[in-house]
């Protein structure tokens, strides 16, 4: 299914926060567990280390942290907020854990929920925020995208276990009266035919209830992928649907300024700036330090580079998450910065 879209009322990227765990595990370290080296791992993935949570660094714990630093760079009250989107795939509660941070966070006033779509939740949630604001129903959201996928990896599996980390990042969105500082549009896809490629399953387990009625165990399975199609997916249609994005709403990509991409493998991002044509300084990428942190990715290497002072206001931002699902998506939008 493709669903795209232009935005009513202006809807402005105001403020950003990251948040990760302490505890650093570098490729030598790992190469203590499985059979691997640093340089196998860093020339395949580009990736040198990742962070994994400890006790007491939930999924709610990182969101709210990072949802503070983004209500902090905004200048909000936590009371002024009215829509919290949490995009994970590893929550605390499988009920949902966005009410929780939503009272972490003191944002009283804030309807909150759980969105899950992996790789691509980030850009989904942020896409999902910006209808409620472009309607001029409300005004102002947080959107988090935060996995802690350590948690499900088969540590021993030296295929899966080198590539994923933890973290959590947030961005604060706000309707607004500028024109020039906007979500531009976006276009976002899935397909669930190719969805054994990349997922995490429940497990088929089922006990006698009683007489000849069983019951279904819950708990899932280890990550499972199969990362040579997961590569060809993305090389293939995550340069696609950016091309068809700036089609559609008549953006050169001679305007990007930043292409902001889902960190999954550092040869993934360069092969799509290759097939865009930009320049590999372009492309904002931190996956060296925390790996594929899924939902959080795009957030967490977005506020770094804001901090840092790379990306400035009024820069054209293009970007793409992609992954379990199948699912992919793109945006366009102009960073804004605080008010």
């Not at 947030?170 to 276009?187: H, M, P, S, Y």
């Not at 492309?283 to 795009?298: D, E």
């Amino acid at each position: 299914m493709t669903f795209s879209s232009t935005i009513g009322h202006s809807v402005a990227l105001v403020g950003s926060g990251s948040a990760t765990p302490r505890q650093v595990v570098t490729n030598d370290q790992l190469a203590q567990r499985v059979e691997t080296t640093d340089e196998w791992i860093s020339t395949r993935t580009g990736i040198k280390e990742r962070r994994v949570s400890a006790v007491g660094e939930s999924v709610s714990a990182l969101s709210a942290t990072a949802a503070n630093a983004a209500l902090q760079m905004a200048g909000w009250d936590p009371d002024s907020v009215d829509l919290i989107v949490l995009a994970t795939s590893t929550p605390d509660d499988l009920f949902g854990s966005a009410p929780k941070v939503q009272s972490i966070i003191g944002a009283k006033n804030a309807f909150a929920f759980d969105l899950t779509a992996a790789c691509s939740g980030f850009l989904f949630g942020l896409v999902t925020a910006s209808q409620y604001l472009s309607t001029g129903s409300m005004r102002r959201a947080l959107v988090i995208g935060s996995d802690q996928l350590t948690s499900w990896m088969d540590w021993d599996d030296r295929r899966s276990c080198v590539l994923f980390g933890d973290g959590a990042g947030a961005i604060a969105l706000e309707r607004t009266t500028r024109k020039d500082n906007v979500l531009i549009g976006f276009q976002l896809k899935s397909d669930g035919s190719r969805g054994q490629c990349l997922n995490l399953p429940q497990k088929n387990q089922y006990k006698e209830l009683v007489g000849n009625i069983s019951h279904h165990c819950g708990g899932f399975s280890n990550i499972q992928m199969n990362g040579q199609e997961v590569y060809k997916f993305a090389v293939r249609e995550v340069p696609n649907i950016l091309k068809e994005t700036l089609k559609t709403y008549q953006v050169d990509s001679k305007e990007i300024d930043w292409l902001l991409l889902h960190q999954a493998n550092q040869r993934i991002l360069d092969a799509v700036a290759d097939r865009l044509k930009l320049s590999q300084s372009k492309v904002l990428s931190n996956l060296s330090k925390y790996g594929n942190t899924s939902a959080a990715t795009i957030p967490l290497v977005f506020d770094e580079s804001i901090r840092s002072g790379k990306v400035k206001p009024g820069d054209l931002i293009a970007t793409s998450g992609f992954g379990a699902g199948l699912s992919w998506g793109a945006a366009l939008f102009r960073w804004a910065g605080p008010t």
